[in-house]
């Protein structure tokens, strides 16, 4: 209800359409999107005595999962951008953040996202799987995809993780660095 309010908001106010906010409005669209990809799932199964999760529902999931996390991590880089901007150039923000470097920030979030989900899932889908291809949950997730498989997993795993631990380790990393700048920028102001 928190993101949709926010959407709402930001949508409707005309005097909240800054970059700031385009930005924190696809955020929550986001937010909204990765809490929709499990939780439909969870609430079917409580009403259900056989909880399980098909193979095909498991893949959906993991692209879905994956394609909107690595969007939102990638928008948390473009949202600290801003911030910098705004606090470091505060003269050359609207120069510098248009509309245009907004949708351009959005558009690169959602295919560095489904770049990394679709990357993910190349090195899962064609794996042979034996016995039951069912999960005895509501949440799928990489790891337990792969145990179903029936040859040894041990690099794919590394694989997987390496995937997944370079876009999360890097967007950590980014965003470390700029808040970094945007406190010895304040700090410099200050003791001036």
């Given amino acids: 209800m928190g993101n949709l309010l926010i959407v709402l908001t930001v949508t409707s106010d005309p005097h909240l359409q800054s970059p700031m ?50 969007t939102e991590m990638v928008l948390l880089i473009a949202m600290a951008f801003d911030r910098y901007v705004a606090i470091c150039k505060p003269l050359h923000y609207l120069t510098i953040m248009s509309l245009r470097r907004c949708i351009l920030f959005l558009a690169a979030s959602w295919i560095i996202g489904l770049i990394h989900s679709v990357t993910q899932l190349a090195f ?27 040859v040894d997993t041990y690099i794919l795993r590394f694989m997987v993780t390496a995937n997944s631990g370079f876009i999360s380790v890097a967007s950590f990393l980014i965003l470390i660095i700029s808040y970094i700048s945007i406190l010895v ?5 200050i003791f001036r």
């Fill in 21 to 70: 906010y385009f930005l924190l409005a696809n955020l929550s669209i986001i937010d909204l999107i990765f809490c929709s990809s499990t939780a439909p799932k969870m609430i079917y199964d409580l009403l259900r005595k056989h909880k399980t999760i098909s193979f095909g529902g498991c893949v959906v999931q993991i692209f879905f999962i994956h394609a909107v996390g690595g």
């Fill in 124 to 150: 899962v889908v064609d794996l042979p799987f034996c016995g039951p291809n069912e999960l005895d949950s509501f949440f799928c997730d990489l790891p337990r995809f792969i145990k179903l498989a029936c």
């Fill in 185 to 189: 920028t304040v700090r410099e102001k």
